[in-house]
């Protein structure tokens, strides 16, 4: 299994407590192909194999590498919590579990979850556990190969396809636990207000402290640099426990502001810190600055009860007509799709530098940010965005729920892909990288007289987004189906790889009425006037020494495309991408461009996302390979869409 904790850093940089152990690496873990273990008492004996967490059983890091169906697996860990931490809660958070998660303490259940992309929390006191106290950690995840689940790009079928990959089960995030006080602060809400220079925080608390109260400091800057990359990486071999204390100097950061509140007459004590005038940076690309936030709950006497770091950017979204502003100004957006995939340790980036890797690539490309694509993606790589100014759309996972083909019910998402997308809100909402978000994707469903199950379940989302982040526009399924009629922005996705009919297919823009995928198909309200993207396009199939030239992807004779279908008599199961497979490089940098000079010389069009940034294993359409390595000229790429957009040239109106 190797040596070291894997991924040490700490999991969630947007609050942080000093005391913290980070439980990554060796575990006990068993297969439950027949999902009896309960029944046969994996509950309370020792497991028959070992497993690297947090890398899911599916992947080669893992130790284990098998690529079956998993109906059930187990893990196991004995833990001795620290006996520094007197007074405090030890909680253990699991950052995901794919995807119905079970924990026990001794025995005694504490936690059950259900979803593969949120965070799994609970109190080891549940079980009467504490500091001192030695404790046996058992996680049972169950990941049924069949019904509507939230599966994202996950295949369904034994083998990986088009453009569904390798399944990942089980937990897939670093495992860790946190000292945490009785009465704590749950989490924070934090709304930029950049038009009155200030940053309104909203601090949830697990119970309110009579006579206490909660102090907010803003330093001028974060401190962030590659804080957080450590610590929890010094220590022991595979199977230790680093007890992960942070020291960093406080002593450094400059407090420009502060505020404070009662902590006994709200549940949710709100304060608004107002930024001096010289001390007012606004958050964007260009300067991604970053504020430091310290929160603290005090009691009567003074004495801090608890205390977390965080950060913020200070920064403002809206729409005007159809434009999308970044802190009053036009923004164009140029993105790429980006799945979050890795050869070796599939969803589980390999290090946290890997994350980081990833938005540079993109930089180096010549695109502004991303679009996190069926997959909800690691704080980590959040964090990273925030301060290396990346712009990103926040997105579910929401493929999986599709129960037949033809008229009628075809889609029919649960109650707890809504359940699962308030978490994905709650935990990201403070993130400044995030300028928008996409609950749902390629949702397919005709609009008829019967309200359908996708109705209800798009709608929801969509109201849920905006009661707890009002802050952002939404897309209310990004592509194909647009079911909300008041959905802050509409988009299409067409995989066309002709350029002159590419143009043709957007013509329509100009008169108010755009390209909407699958023409022919009664499946989306009217637009009406919002900011339109095109938020896929491209998918170039570039497989040197690939299968075949013929005809591929899912591309139709129309421009429209429907992901994971087959070119015929075309090996995709080893390469493919949409459209013909271009022959040699330079063809590919000549379709690139004039696909990309077709939305850049639209001046309606708001912004474009590209297909892809890397290839992901069969789906060999990406501007780097799969492992990162160099497949195209990175500056090549970015020259042909560095070029001013005819939307950025509009006179203000």
Known sequence: MGSGVPRPEHPRPQLVRTRWLNLNGEWEFETDRGDSGYERGLVSRPLSGRILVPFCPESTASGIGDEDFHEAVWYRRTVVVPASWAGADAWL???????????????????????????????LSR?????????????????????????????????????????????????????????????????????????DVSIPLSGNLPGGRVVVEVTRDAGLGDAGAGPGDDGGGSGDVT?????ADAGAAVVIASATTRSDLDLAPRVRITLPEPEIRPWSPGDPHLYGLVVRLVD????????????????SISVHGNEIRLNGERLFQRLVLDQGYWPETLMTAPSDAALELDIRLGLAAGFDGARLHQKVFEERYLYHADRLGYLVWGEFGDWGAKVREGHGEIQSPTASFVTQWVEVLQRDVNHPSIIGWCPLNETEQDLADDITVLDDVTRAMFLATKAIDPTRPVIDASGWSHRVPETDVYDAHCYEQRPWRFRVLMEGLAAGEPLVDLPGQDWSVPYA?????????????????????????????????????HADGTDQDSSWGYGQRVRDLDELYSRYEGLTRVLLDDPGVAGYCYTQLTDVFQEQNGIYAFDRSPKLDASRIAAIQRRPAAYEQVDDR
């Open 243 to 247: 007890d992960c204390t942070d020291d």
């Open 529 to 565: 006037g919002q900011p339109y993207l095109v938020s896929e396009y491209g998918g170039i199939w570039w497989a040197p020494g690939g299968s075949g030239d013929a005809s591929g992807g899912a591309e139709g004779q129309d421009g429209t495309h429907a992901e994971g279908a």
């Open 300 to 315: 009567r006497d003074g004495e801090v009860v608890d205390e977390l770091a965080s950060y913020a950017g200070l920064r």
């Open 93 to 123: 958070h699991l950052g995901a579990v794919d995807h119905d998660a079970t924990v026990w303490a001794n025995g005694v259940e504490i936690a059950r979850h259900r979803g593969g992309f949120t965070p799994v929390s609970a109190p």
């Open 127 to 199: 079980a009467g556990v504490g500091p001192g106290d030695t404790v046996e950690i058992v996680v049972r995840a169950r990941d049924p190969r069949r019904g509507p689940q939230a599966r994202g790009k996950q295949a369904t079928s034994y083998a990986r396809s088009g453009c569904f990959y390798t399944r990942t089960t089980g937990i897939w995030q670093t495992v860790w636990l946190e000292a945490v006080p009785p009465v704590h602060v749950r989490r924070l809400h934090v709304s930029p207000d950049l038009a009155g220079g200030a940053l």
